[in-house]
């Protein structure tokens, strides 16, 4: 798993993981956080896929998290995940919009600051930083919100605004 952000999505990964564990589900989840620019994100998914397999530890999946943002190389690495064989799961706007369907099923396109100042009103994230409360029992409602706005949801793609390729996420850590 590569994420762009830094701390907001390596968070919510861990976090998900250790409570879809707790309800039997095994996945092995590392993060990756490396930064704004999805092309980087893509090339360091295909190192450390590559890396471990010249190891002879190849990983089942190679997973990278980004955002649409205002990013130039979106459609570039979209394209590179695609020729990997690297699931690219893209968030439109930006990853918050996944962590508000959590709690909320609302859909409106929202500014980036206004998505922001949303979550934390939703005590959701303070300063990027996920809350220690964080309703992960959620999880499977944030999918059907997800799959419902975006009925063409799959890697790789960019969806409408709001939307998220999460779900796929969530359906490979429960070995769907």
């Not at 564990?21 to 095994?26: D, E, L, N, Q, W």
């Not at 605004?161 to 779900?167: E, Y």
């Amino acid at each position: 798993m590569v994420t762009e952000g830094t701390r907001t999505e390596p968070q919510y990964v861990e976090g998900l993981n250790s409570y879809l564990r707790s309800r039997g589900t095994t996945a092995v989840v590392k993060s990756v956080p490396v930064g704004k620019d999805p092309m980087k994100v893509v090339l360091k998914g295909i190192e450390l896929r590559d890396k471990a397999a010249s190891a002879g530890k190849d990983y089942d999946t190679c997973v990278c998290l980004v955002d649409v943002d205002q990013h130039e190389t979106l459609a570039a690495a979209c394209w590179l995940a695609t020729r990997e064989s690297i699931l690219l799961l893209v968030s439109n706007l930006k990853f918050e919009a996944w962590l508000r369907w959590h709690v909320e099923d609302k859909h409106s396109a929202l500014t980036t600051s206004q998505l922001d100042e949303l979550v934390a009103k939703l005590g959701l994230v303070t300063k990027k930083v996920l809350a220690p409360d964080f309703p992960f029992h959620a999880v499977h409602q944030a999918c059907e919100v997800a799959r419902r706005v975006d009925s063409g949801l799959e890697a790789g793609r960019i969806g409408p605004d709001p939307s998220s390729a999460l779900p796929i996420l969530v359906d490979l850590m429960l070995g769907r």
